[in-house]
């Protein structure tokens, strides 16, 4: 089913933004159709993401912890506070870019509308608490695994463990370290199926 009107994105970041780019690319280059990144929303306020998004024309927000450290309940008031942006701004679709905020179950159930996650591992190996950024790396390299790869999933309050809707596979090579690995993770997964999960929501076909 096509949409009649653009899908509006929010992407939610916590550093330098490569797969926020990639979606910008997909968007400008039209493999991603009738979709726009109205908001990116950042957790670092330092983080690169918010000068990709100021390059771009795209609205930004920071929402860092310490924002609401002076809050009775810090996590909750964070959440109310995305929750209340993504309102206003009628988001259709959250994708979570690299960002390292843990949403509540009880968020995700308010909001109601989809949230996706890209993951660098082959999920449900090496997901959960403490697998996120470089740590998954080094515990692939030390298991002696010779795949992984990365999952663009739904995000169900749970961390990692949302239903998968796309993965793709990558070889670890012999010699690779957890950057080499990284790297190769970005360039032949992730900048691939987040991208293409964004143009199935966009096409109506999620």
């Known amino acids: 089913m096509y949409r009649e009107t653009p899908l509006k994105i929010a992407v939610l970041v916590s550093g330098g933004g490569t797969n926020l780019q990639a979606i910008i690319d997909a968007i ?3 493999q991603i159709k009738n979709a726009q990144i109205v908001l990116v929303v950042s957790t670092n306020s330092k ?3 918010l000068e990709r998004a100021r390059k771009h024309g795209i609205q930004s927000l920071v929402l860092s912890k310490k924002m609401f450290a002076d ?7 964070r959440e109310d506070k995305l929750l209340e942006v993504l309102k206003q701004k009628n988001i259709d679709l959250t994708v979570f870019s690299g960002c390292l905020m843990v949403l509540s179950p009880e968020f995700v159930e308010a909001w109601s509308r989809p949230i996706i996650n890209i993951h660098p591992s082959m999920l449900p190996a090496y997901g959960g608490k403490g697998f ?3 740590a998954v790396h080094e515990a692939v390299l030390a ?3 010779k795949t992984t790869g990365a999952t663009v999933h739904f995000v ?9 809707i796309i993965q793709k596979e990558v ?9 080499t690995l990284q790297q190769r993770v970005l360039e032949e997964a992730e900048w691939i199926i987040l991208p293409k999960a964004v143009a199935m929501f966009a096409e109506g076909k999620l």
């Open 28 to 30: 400008e280059s039209g």
């Open 47 to 49: 983080a690169y993401s």
């Open 71 to 77: 809050e009775q309940n810090p996590d909750k008031a």
């Open 132 to 134: 996120y950024g470089i």
């Open 143 to 145: 298991a002696g695994e």
């Open 156 to 164: 169900d309050g749970g961390i990692d463990t949302g239903k998968i």
């Open 171 to 179: 070889a670890v090579m012999q010699g690779d370290t957890t950057q």
